[in-house]
Structure formats: structure tokens, C-alpha cells
């Protein structure tokens, strides 16, 4: 009976799901990708479903067989599955040939909402690409990945999805014995800067090039028409602009990505592979999230420039589509782009007139993260309060900043703040609403994805659930889950992120 009813929802799953990019690229040479059987797991259970996304996606939580096929106990048969090759700049340095080593897509899936998003198994077992790890993913990291890729959607933050989490019995080597367990992450494209740089480099001038023109036919079909040169250096452009504001939105509600090597990095600009990412808590712009980077590579405040170096490398890899003074034109826009969605966002999260210019921002933004830097507050709940200002709850405000609100310097900032919000004066109401539109009251900090895990580990999902839920709505007040937007507590301070996962 189990067979029979597993057999129906992989028809029904099976009608979904396309492989346009397997059927492209099957018999690219050298290879792109391998097709590759997942590995079961011992046990697997069901840690959580994302079930608005899966209601989105016309998916059924409970049909029979969905959660085989999101374990990966069985392939999405007819389908092939696949794991892709790519290369890639790892800290600064050529890394040569890495690829999905632990990660696998069962097909493309076409949304009600028209979108088109490819499924990846994360955790599902070894790859031709695994080199010498296992192909696992344990519970711990699979977690922070599920509950950051929703949080940072919540927050309107382009991201690849997580649309299932799955438990098992598999033990997994990694400093201790952890459990394994898979998460099913969908894109609206896995290919990566490290794709185009793989086939560059192998001199494969031909695959670079339908790499560019799959991209371009999935995502911006329009451009078809278009010389080959110009369609290219669109993409090349759109890429450029999408990494510019896709980091802006990140440095404006404080996350760091913690491993920002060009393998990490999405041709459409969408946070991608959450590992030992951070949130800020008291505003650090030094703030490194990895504990594994000692230099400081991927330090918060360098993640602008980060980006832009990641765009260098990809430009290379794009050589042999468009000429140099073409690309390093588009590298030229870079800081602009990505200054003006900044200060955008941070126009917005100050509550100044949308027609502020950069200087009337700078005058109040510099002087503030310089207080904020050196008295600690935190970074997300000063902004938070920051539509208390002026009103008579401004006390809660200042209660964040604690004794140094009353010294000089703050007092100062007061009033330049009070004279760069009175100078278009827009209605009160108004302006605290649209304030608390855009400064988030919960993030994803360390200590509540740590809470929800180590539950998890003892067999209690209740926190990851009530934290996922929350976290959908970061901008919405929730007071019944204030606690969730408190600061963290003493013994967060030890906690320690590495690329460990
Ligand atoms: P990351 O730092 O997670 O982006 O991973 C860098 C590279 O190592 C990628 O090619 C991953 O697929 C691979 N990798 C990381 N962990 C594993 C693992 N447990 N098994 C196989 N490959 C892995
Ligand atoms: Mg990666």
C-alpha cells in the first residue's frame, strides 16, 4: 500500500517538475553536471514543512511520498537527478574545481505566481563532486539555513527558499556526532559567479556562452532578440546591479554572509548558501560572523567591496563574451549603484524624506553609526525604537542607548536629527508607520536559531516553529513574542560560528 501511494505522489510531483537545465547541459563537454542518485537516510522524519510556500507552490504537505522525495530516500523518478560542477575564488584565492558536494536538484518547478524555482536537496550524499567529505549536512546547520532563508525573505530580501527540513537517525561526523538531516532549498537559478569561472578557465569559451544564454532565457527573455554581445552584457550588467542592491539591503538590516567566496555568489543576485552567517546585535561594523576567517575577509563593512571583488572575478570569466573596456565600464557602476540603494534603504530606516539628498543623509547617518559604534547599542533594536522619536514613548528610545543618550554628543545628534525631519515636515503618524515598515523588530540572531537547535536536537521542533512563524512577519509588532526581540542574553557572547556544518 505504501508502494502504491508512493508511486501516485510521484506522479503528481513528477507533472511539477521539469529539467530544462538538465536536458541543456547533459552533454556539455566537459561535463557540467553528473546525474547522481541520492543517499537515504536512516529514519527520516519530517523536522518541519514551510507550508505557505508549499500551498504557493500547489503542493500537497501531505501527500504520500513527498516525504521520500524531500528526504531523498527515492529519486524523483523519471527525472535525473544532478549535481553541478563549478570552480571558484575561496578567501581570495583560486580554488580550482569544487561543485555540489552536498547538494543535488530533483527538477524545476513552475509557481502559481508564474516564477520558475529549481529544488535542491542540501544533505542528500555524495556527489562526483564531494571530493573527500561525506555529502551530509547535519541538523545544526540545516536549521540556521531553513530559518535564515525565511527570515531573510520576511525581511524582502532576494534569497533562495527553504521549503522542507528533514530529521533523521544518520549519525554525522563532524567535531562531535551530529544527526543528519536534508533541507530542501529552492532558486530561482543555482548557477553561481564559480560556474561561468569553471568553464572560463577551462577554456570552454562555448559552454561559458550557453550558460549566459540559459540564464537569459529562463529569467529575462526579452533580451533574446538582442545581439549576442549586447544580450550579455545585459546580464553582465543586470548582475552587477543585483549584487549592488542585494548587499545594500544586507548591510542596511545588519547581516553578514560570513563566506562571500564567488561559489557563494548568485548571477541573480540572491543570498545564497547560509552557513556561518550573522546578524548584527550591538552595532560592530568590524563584525566577523565566521569564526573560521582570522583575517577578517568577510568582516561586515567589507562586504560591499567584497562584492565588488567577486564581480572582478566573474568579469574575467567573462572574457570571452564581451570586451574588457565593456566590463570594467559596468565594475565602474558598481559603488554607485551600490551607494544609492543604500542610502535609499537608510533613508527609509531614518524616516527622512525620500527626497534627502546624500549630503543631508551623511549629516545624520555618519554621526549616528559612529555613536552607535562606540556605546554598543544594538543595531536593530535602536531602529526599531527610532520611530518613538520625538513622540512622548521617546524614553524607550533612549532607554536603548542608555546613559550616554544624555551626554553632548548624542544631544547634538538629537538636534540635527529633529532639524533634518522638520526641515519637509511629514505627518508624525505617517512617518512612524512607514518607519516600522522598513526597521525589522525579530532577526535571526545567533542565539534563538541556537535555542531552536538545541531543542530540536533533544526531538522538541516547538521553538523552530514559533520562531519560523515570527519571523515571516519581522516587521510586524507580534507583542505576544516580544521575547524574541530581546537582546541576547549573556551566554550568547560564546557562542561560535564556523564553517563547520
Ligand atoms: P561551502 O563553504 O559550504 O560553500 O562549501 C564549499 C564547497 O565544499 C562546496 O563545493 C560544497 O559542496 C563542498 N562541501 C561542503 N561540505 C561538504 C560535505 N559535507 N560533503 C561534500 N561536500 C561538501
Ligand atoms: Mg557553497
Known amino acids: 500500500m505504501r508502494w502504491a501511494g508512493y508511486a501516485g505522489a510521484m506522479k503528481t510531483l513528477a507533472d511539477q517538475l521539469d529539467n530544462s537545465f538538465y536536458q541543456r547541459f547533459n552533454s556539455a563537454t566537459p561535463a557540467l553536471l553528473s546525474a547522481v542518485q541520492p543517499a537515504p537516510l536512516t529514519n527520516p522524519r519530517w523536522g518541519h514543512r514551510n507550508l505557505d510556500l508549499m500551498a504557493e507552490l500547489g503542493i500537497d504537505p501531505a501527500a504520500p511520498g513527498l516525504l521520500e522525495l524531500l528526504a531523498g530516500s527515492r529519486a524523483p523518478s523519471p527525472l535525473t537527478p544532478y549535481a553541478a560542477v563549478y570552480s571558484g575564488h575561496q578567501f581570495g584565492h583560486w580554488a580550482g574545481q569544487l561543485g555540489d558536494g552536498r547538494a543535488l536538484t530533483l527538477g524545476e518547478l513552475n509557481g502559481a505566481d508564474g516564477g520558475c524555482w529549481e529544488l535542491q536537496l542540501k544533505g542528500a550524499g555524495p556527489t562526483p563532486y564531494s571530493r573527500f567529505a561525506d555529502g551530509r549536512a547535519v541538523l545544526r546547520s540545516s536549521i540556521r539555513e531553513y530559518l535564515c532563508s525565511e527570515a531573510m525573505h520576511g525581511l524582502g530580501i532576494p534569497t533562495t527558499r527553504a521549503l522542507s527540513l528533514v530529521d533523521s537517525d544518520s549519525p554525522v561526523q563532524r567535531e ?21 569561472e569553471h568553464f572560463h578557465y577551462a577554456g570552454q569559451a ?8 540559459y540564464l537569459i532565457e529562463q529569467h529575462f ?26 548587499i545594500a539591503a544586507w ?43 582570522s583575517g577578517g575577509r568577510y568582516a561586515f563593512n567589507k562586504q560591499p567591496m567584497i562584492g565588488l571583488w567577486n564581480l572582478n572575478a566573474l568579469a574575467n570569466a ?18 554607485q549603484q551600490f551607494e544609492a540603494a543604500y542610502r535609499a534603504r537608510m533613508t527609509a530606516k531614518l524616516g527622512l524624506p525620500a527626497a534627502a539628498d546624500a549630503q543631508q543623509l551623511d549629516a545624520v547617518l555618519q554621526p549616528l553609526l559612529a555613536l552607535l559604534a562606540e556605546g554598543g547599542a544594538d543595531y536593530t533594536r535602536f531602529f526599531r525604537r527610532l520611530a518613538l522619536f520625538g513622540s512622548d514613548q521617546e524614553p524607550a528610545l533612549a532607554a536603548e542607548v542608555g546613559e550616554p543618550w544624555q551626554q553632548q554628543a548624542w544631544q547634538q545628534w538629537r538636534s540635527s536629527y529633529t532639524a533634518a525631519l522638520t526641515e519637509q515636515p511629514a505627518d508624525a503618524d505617517q512617518r512612524q508607520l512607514s518607519m516600522l515598515a522598513v526597521n525589522p523588530k525579530y532577526i535571526l540572531r545567533n542565539y534563538l536559531a541556537e535555542q531552536a537547535i538545541q531543542a ?3 526531538g522538541d521542533y516547538g521553538q523552530l516553529e514559533r520562531l519560523f512563524a515570527v519571523l515571516k512577519q519581522p516587521y510586524a509588532e507580534q507583542p505576544e513574542y516580544d521575547k524574541l526581540a530581546a537582546l ?9 560560528i564556523s564553517c563547520s556544518s
Open 176 to 196: 562531535r556526532v551530529e544527526r543528519g538531516a536534508v533541507v530542501c532549498r529552492l532558486a530561482r537559478s543555482f548557477i553561481r559567479f564559480g560556474h561561468f
Open 206 to 213: 562555448q559552454t561559458v556562452a550557453t550558460l549566459a544564454d
Open 221 to 246: 527573455p526579452d533580451w533574446l532578440a538582442l545581439p549576442a554581445e549586447q544580450r550579455h552584457l545585459q546580464l553582465f550588467a543586470n548582475t552587477v546591479t543585483a549584487t549592488a542592491t542585494t
Open 251 to 293: 548591510q542596511a538590516v545588519g547581516f553578514a554572509h560570513g563566506v562571500l567566496n564567488t561559489d557563494n555568489m548568485s548571477l541573480l543576485g540572491d543570498t545564497l548558501d547560509y552557513g556561518p552567517f550573522g546578524f548584527l546585535d550591538s552595532y560592530q561594523p568590524g563584525f566577523i560572523c565566521n569564526h573560521s576567517d
Open 318 to 335: 567573462f572574457l570571452s563574451l564581451l570586451p574588457s573596456e565593456l566590463l570594467v565600464e559596468q565594475l565602474g557602476s558598481y559603488q
Open 456 to 458: 530540536a536536537e533533544a
Open 488 to 496: 541576547p542574553p549573556a551566554w550568547a557572547a560564546a557562542i561560535s
